[in-house]
């Protein structure tokens, strides 16, 4: 079979990305972040398209110098159509519409949250790639879902729990906002509490039945906790952040591989893969490997490259959709919110 080169476009939220496919292999992930941001503390949505303005032609052009791939070789584009932010996507989708309508390709829409799952399925030139079977069940957690989904096959998926509220991605930069330390939250909370105990404090925890999450509460009582220490010491946070951002970061991964054993354990599936930006969490990934250890699961972690939101992973997505034809028309608009 000849070879497939599909570009893939991703911009939902505030990543400009661009990657071109050969087949499941990717040859170049282009991402331009935005650091506009961080001043205020999350995403802007009004200046991430802006931004995604600015970024999506430089982005797409070293997508492809990097591939050494002529846009004429392109068999197919495909692209992020939702969920995500509505203005940010609107700049991904009429970029894809335009240049599919200009060199006569058919599109590929993807699904943001299926892309976060199929990046377990991405290949690398010359890196050795292990995937997981089918069926699998997939911890996909970012800034805007946490989900536990049932994976058959590359297209076929089903949500067996959600979150009812906040994300654990939310929760985590909600977290590092209260403490004043800059966004993405994240990151930060995961490097600050490597030095930090995480039994230091207890925050309440859920009780949602079934396999759903909620993050809301966990937040109110982080910030109520915080409140009370500040308010007899206006240097505490400065003082016990360490701490803080260790116990915050061991509640949020408690709550979410409690429902996950729980899962697993109905659904008798002991194949598990992490997905989403979250998943770049230290102490998310040892709680994965610690579980695996004991239960006997068989896990898939994806590289840190393709953890947060990156054009590669719709692509993986655009290639088996391409092999089962399934193209969509240029009436198709965004979407902000959807299932899988
Ligand atoms: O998947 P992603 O890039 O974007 C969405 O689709 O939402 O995820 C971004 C989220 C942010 O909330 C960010 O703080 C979080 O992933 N994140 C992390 C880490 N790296 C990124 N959270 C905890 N530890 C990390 N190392």
Redesign the pocket.
């Known amino acids: 079979m000849e070879d497939i080169y599909i570009l893939a476009i991703e911009s939902?939220?505030d990543?400009t990305s661009a990657a071109v496919m050969c087949n499941d292999c990717v040859l170049s992930n282009v991402t331009a972040s935005q650091a506009v941001h961080e001043q205020y503390g999350g995403v802007v949505p009004e200046l991430a398209s802006r931004a995604h303005e600015l970024n999506i032609v430089p982005v797409v052009d070293a997508a492809l110098k990097k591939a050494g791939v002529q846009k004429e070789q392109l068999n197919a584009i495909a692209f992020t159509r939702g969920p995500?932010l509505m203005g940010s996507l609107l700049v991904g989708v009429s970029f894809a519409k335009g240049l599919a309508a200009s060199l006569g390709i058919p599109m590929i829409e993807v699904n943001?949250l299926q892309g976060?799952i199929l990046a377990h399925f991405i290949k690398e030139k010359g890196v050795e790639h292990s995937a997981p079977q089918f069926p699998f069940l997939c911890l996909m957690?970012?800034?805007?879902?946490s989900q536990i989904v049932k994976v058959d096959s590359y297209k076929d998926m089903q949500i067996v729990g959600q979150t009812i509220d906040d994300?654990?991605?939310?929760a985590?930069?909600k977290c590092?906002k209260v403490m004043g330390l800059g966004y993405?939250?994240?990151?930060i909370?995961?490097r600050l509490a490597r030095q930090g105990n995480s039994d230091a404090y207890k925050f309440s925890k859920p009780h949602i039945p079934g396999f759903d999450y909620s993050f809301s509460g966990l937040k109110t009582s982080f910030l109520y906790t915080l409140r009370k220490l500040v308010a007899d010491d206006p240097d505490y946070i400065e003082k016990h952040r360490a701490d803080l951002a260790a116990s915050f970061?061991a509640t949020v991964v408690d709550i979410l591989m409690d429902k996950l054993y729980k899962a697993i354990k109905q659904l008798k599936i002991k194949r598990v893969a992490l997905s989403?930006?979250?998943s770049?969490?230290?102490a998310?990934r040892e709680a994965f490997h610690a579980y695996a250890k004991r239960y006997g699961w068989e896990i898939s972690i994806p590289k840190f490259g393709f953890?947060?939101?990156n054009a590669a992973m719709i692509g993986i997505v655009g290639y088996y959709k391409y092999l089962d034809n399934d193209f969509c028309t240029m009436d198709k608009p965004a979407f902000s919110r959807t299932t899988i």
């Not at 993405?184 to 990151?187: A, E, F, L, S, Y």
């Open positions: 939902s939220c990543d995500g943001h976060h957690v970012s800034g805007g879902n994300a654990a991605g939310e985590m930069d590092a993405p939250g994240g990151p909370i995961d970061e989403g930006g979250v770049a969490n230290t998310l953890t947060t939101d």
